[in-house]
C-alpha cells in the first residue's frame, strides 16, 4: 500500500505508515519544518519509502496515486486554520478510487453550560473593573469564541450532533453550512435527583470527535468535555448575559459556519435559538462569534 501525509510531514504519520508497510509515503508541508522532517525520516532509516515535499497542497505535482491520504487537519471547532481544503484537494488528485482518507469520518456537536466562575472571569468581570463599569468591553469579548477547557459537570442540555462528515466524499463547498440544533436542559450533572430551580446558562460549548475506521478495528478521537483532554480543547461561545433555564426548557433554532472575509484561516459562527418553556418562547439569543 502506498499512502499521503498531507501537511505536517513532521507528525509521526508518515513514519507509522512506513513502519505499518506502507512501501512508498509522500508527506507534503510548506514550512521549514520540512528540513527537519527529512534529517528525522534518514534518522530512522526510511529515505528509501518516504519522501518529504515542501510546497503547498494545491501547488505540488505528484505523479503517482495513493491508497491512503493522511492528515491531522483538525483546528479548534474542529475547522479552524481550514487546512481541510487542501486535504480535499490532496485526496481529489492523488486518492486512489479504492483508497480512503484517515480520518474518514469526523462529527461536530454542541451542548449548554452553566460555569458561572468561568463567565465571571471572562465576560462579568467588565462590569466592574477596580470599581469602573467597563460593560461595553463585554461585546467585544463575546465575539471571540474562546479556546478552554470545559468542566464537564458545567454542561447541563443535552448534546445536539450538528454536522457529519464522510471525509471520502466531502467537497469544499461542504465546509460552510448552516445546520438545524436543538438542546433540552437537563440541569446539573453531580444532581441526583430531578430539580425544577434555575441555573444561569452561561455559554455554549462545541467540540468535534474523528473516527479511523480500520479494516480490523475503528480507534475514535473525542474531544468532548467528557472525555480525555487533548490540545484541542472545547470551543466556548459565551453568552453576553447569563441565561436563567429550568429542566426541560428547550433551546432550538440553528448554527452556521462561514469562512472570515478577515482572516483565511478563521471561521465566522452564527448561533440563532430560541429558549422554550412549556410551549412559550421566552427569549432569543442571536450572535456571530469570531474564531480567528
Avoid at 463547498?173 to 452561561?202: C, H, K, N, W, Y
Avoid at 440553528?254 to 472570515?260: D, M, P, Y
Amino acid at each position: 500500500s502506498s499512502g499521503i501525509n498531507a501537511e505536517w510531514p513532521l507528525r509521526p504519520g508518515s513514519l507509522f505508515a512506513a513502519k505499518q508497510g506502507a512501501t512508498a509515503v509522500v508527506g507534503v508541508d510548506n514550512s521549514d519544518i520540512v528540513d527537519k522532517a527529512k534529517a528525522i525520516v534518514r534518522d530512522n532509516g526510511l529515505s528509501d519509502r518516504i519522501n518529504i515535499i515542501r510546497g503547498r497542497m494545491e501547488d505540488v505535482n505528484l505523479e503517482d496515486t495513493f491508497d491512503v491520504v493522511i492528515s491531522e487537519w483538525m483546528g479548534y471547532g474542529m475547522l479552524f486554520e481550514c487546512m481541510l481544503d487542501s486535504v480535499i484537494i490532496a485526496r481529489d488528485r492523488y486518492m486512489k478510487p479504492t483508497g480512503t482518507m484517515i480520518p474518514n469520518r469526523a462529527s461536530m456537536f454542541l451542548a449548554g453550560i452553566s460555569d458561572q466562575d468561568a463567565y465571571t472571569r471572562k465576560v462579568g468581570f467588565w462590569s466592574d473593573v477596580y470599581g469602573f463599569n467597563m460593560g461595553t468591553m463585554k461585546e467585544e469579548v463575546v465575539r471571540t469564541a474562546s479556546v478552554e477547557y470545559v468542566p464537564a459537570r458545567s454542561m447541563v442540555t443535552t448534546v445536539t450532533g450538528f454536522k457529519d462528515y464522510d471525509l471520502n466524499l466531502v467537497e469544499v463547498e461542504g465546509l460552510e453550512f448552516v445546520s438545524q440544533i436543538e438542546m433540552r436542559v437537563v440541569g446539573r450533572e453531580e444532581s441526583d435527583e430531578r430539580d425544577a430551580s434555575p441555573v444561569p446558562l452561561t455559554a455554549f460549548t462545541l467540540y468535534f470527535t474523528c473516527f479511523f475506521d480500520g479494516p480490523d478495528r475503528a480507534v475514535t478521537l473525542d474531544t468532548a468535555p467528557t472525555a480525555t483532554h487533548t490540545h484541542w480543547q472545547q470551543t466556548v461561545l459565551y453568552l453576553q448575559e447569563p441565561l436563567d433555564v429550568c429542566t426541560d426548557d428547550v433551546i432550538k433554532g440553528t448554527i452556521s459556519f462561514r469562512k472570515s472575509p478577515e482572516n483565511r484561516r478563521g471561521y465566522v459562527i452564527g448561533v440563532n435559538v430560541i429558549a422554550v418553556r412549556n410551549e412559550k418562547t421566552f427569549t432569543q439569543i442571536k450572535h456571530n462569534y469570531y474564531l480567528n
